[in-house]
């Protein structure tokens, strides 16, 4: 008898362990999405770019100093300019966080964040060698959560000689190696929701270096971004101003190209140059412009010059008939 109540007992506890294996098992597939029991659910998919490397249209965008946050050059764009930037692009220093709550603020009210990330006070061939590789995995980290598109230029203007990075005080191999071993590491842990914008300054008489030995490659560069200025020295019309690097960029990429930053310097010919400009990047077949609306220091000079688009009545309307009547707003959310 005391074996049989043994057997008995051992059945009723087999079959109650299979019992509740299978309702924990049914339960799982049906609140999992069929996954086993005892894994864990597949992580969530993060934010693809793949659909806005080559966009249809030609987006207009602003450039400041200020943070995600600071809102204000946004709102006094639209309307200045008769329409909201579709791209906000702003500056952040090497070793700064990623404002993840900012970027998806811009994100949500329609303007694709673009970061310039700036090497001030590193070394690129510090960051080739891995001297930063603790910083570049949190960043991307904090970058891949964030859930949204981001354009990132770094290292901008590297061909310009007023950086710290410039020709006279980086190799170009330095900066080619450094920005792929970027991109390596976000490529690693699994960043699939930045859009890499190479953008070296225009080459002019202030910065003569040739760009091809500054390009990481075609695998490694999604849009090219173009920095350069209407002003007192080399900016005179498109076609010298912007047509001869274009033509060399050719030379070596076939990656859609944004004017990631420029600007018509006051003037008697400013309104002459917007319309220049606006015309010239069309029949060029750029995807964009970005417009720095602020008063700055011509680059590489102390000349300070307003660039804003409401320095006379003139420049505001030329502004706003050529950038509506050469088609330039295009909604990266809607593709």
């Given at each position: 008898m ?5 057997r008995?007992?051992?059945t009723?506890?087999s ?10 098992g ?14 864990a659910a597949?992580p969530?998919?993060?934010f693809?770019?793949?659909s806005m490397?080559?966009?249809s249209?030609r987006?207009?965008?602003v ?10 050059i946004?709102t ?5 300019a008769?329409r909201?930037p579709?791209?906000?692009e ?9 404002d993840a ?8 009210h329609?303007q694709l ?14 960051i ?7 910083y570049?995995?949190r ?6 959560a964030?859930?949204?598109p981001?354009a990132?230029?770094f ?8 950086n710290?990075?410039?020709?006279q005080h ?8 450094s ?19 190479w ?5 002019d ?5 040739a ?12 849009w090219v971004?173009?920095i ?5 020295i ?5 076609s010298?101003l912007?047509?001869?690097t274009l033509?060399?960029?050719?030379g ?8 990631a ?5 006051q003037?008697?010919?400013?309104e002459?140059?917007?319309?220049d400009?606006?015309r ?7 995807i964009?412009?970005v417009w720095?609306?602020?008063r700055?220091?011509?680059?590489g000079g ?14 505001l309307?030329?502004f706003q008939?050529?950038?509506a009547r050469?088609s330039?707003g ?6």
């Amino acid at each position: 008898m005391a074996i049989a109540r043994r057997r008995s007992r051992s059945t009723v506890a087999s079959i109650l362990m299979i019992a509740v294996a299978f309702l924990v098992g049914a339960c799982g597939g049906a609140g999992s999405g069929g996954a086993k029991a005892g894994t864990a659910a597949p992580p969530a998919a993060h934010f693809q770019v793949s659909s806005m490397l080559r966009p249809s249209g030609r987006a207009l965008g602003v450039v400041d100093d200020k943070t995600p946050w600071q809102y204000g050059i946004v709102t006094a764009f639209a309307k200045e300019a008769g329409r909201a930037p579709d791209i906000r692009e702003y500056y952040s220093s090497w070793g700064d966080d990623f404002d993840a709550e900012g970027n998806a603020f811009l994100w949500h009210h329609g303007q694709l964040p673009m970061m310039a990330l700036v090497p001030s006070d590193t070394s690129l061939a510090d960051i080739a060698k891995g001297k930063d590789d603790a910083y570049i995995r949190r960043l991307a980290g904090q970058i891949a959560a964030y859930d949204g598109p981001l354009a990132l230029s770094f290292a901008g203007e590297m061909n310009g000689p007023w950086n710290s990075w410039g020709p006279q005080h980086t190799k170009p191999v330095d900066f080619v190696a450094s920005w792929k071993h970027l991109h390596d590491i976000f490529t690693a842990q699994g960043v699939t929701n930045v859009i890499w914008v190479w953008t070296p300054h225009v080459v002019d008489s202030g910065t003569t270096a040739a760009l091809r030995p500054y390009y990481p490659g075609n695998a490694y560069v999604d849009w090219v971004g173009l920095i350069g200025y209407y002003g007192p020295i080399d900016g005179v019309a498109f076609s010298s101003l912007f047509t001869p690097t274009l033509r060399q960029v050719a030379g070596f990429s076939g990656k859609p190209v944004l004017i990631a930053e420029t600007g018509v310097a006051q003037g008697t010919g400013k309104e002459a140059h917007i319309r220049d400009l606006f015309r010239g990047a069309t029949k060029a077949g750029v995807i964009g412009l970005v417009w720095y609306d602020q008063r700055k220091d011509w680059p590489g000079g102390t000349q300070l010059m307003d660039w804003r688009i409401s320095t006379s009545v003139g420049a505001l309307a030329a502004f706003q008939v050529e950038s509506a009547r050469n088609s330039f707003g295009h909604s990266f959310k809607n593709g």
